[in-house]
């Protein structure tokens, strides 16, 4: 039964001990611990804080990412339709400069199928000329054969010249 039940003297000096042992944790394990907890309490704090405000910088940096791609996507969107444009005066100048190009051809093939023509005009009526002096000289050899009648074509001729 002594083992259940503790004699007063013990239950005295383990009371003292008890008392002690609390007396130097209030007055040095305590504070300590408290603080540490404090300590751990306030890194976790600022830890969560910090992590509030990376995420609100993500979701900022995210907002404008999507700003600046849209951006992007509009610039790209402009200097596309530019491109397009520019094309498009580019070969309507080309177009147009091919037009004048080709009218500028035309006339002056115009003018030079003008110049063989008168040319060739020319040259025919000057073989038609030539055949007409031949063929009258011809015929004059035949008609004119003898004196008499060379005699009277020069009398008709003076006579022609003279009535003008």
């Known amino acids: 039964m002594d083992l259940l039940i503790p004699s007063t003297g013990l239950l005295f000096w383990m009371t003292i001990t008890f008392l002690v042992v609390f007396f130097l944790l209030w007055k040095f394990g305590f504070p300590v611990i408290t603080g540490m907890v404090a300590e751990r309490k306030a890194f976790i704090d600022e830890s969560l804080r910090k992590a509030h405000e990376a995420n609100e910088r993500l979701a900022n940096i995210q907002k ?84 008499k009648a060379q005699m009277d074509l020069i009398d008709r001729m003076l006579d022609d010249v003279s009535a003008n």
Do not use: F, P
């Open 64 to 147: 404008e990412g999507e700003s600046i791609l849209q951006e992007a996507r509009e610039k790209q969107a402009q200097i596309l339709k530019e491109a397009a444009e520019t094309r498009d005066a580019i070969v309507e100048k080309a177009q147009e400069k091919a037009r004048a190009e080709g009218a500028r051809l035309l006339d002056d093939a115009k003018a030079a199928i003008e110049q063989e023509k008168k040319a060739a005009i020319a040259d025919i009526r000057k073989q038609v000329a030539t055949l007409s002096v031949e063929i009258a000289e011809k015929v004059l050899r035949q008609n004119l054969q003898g004196d």
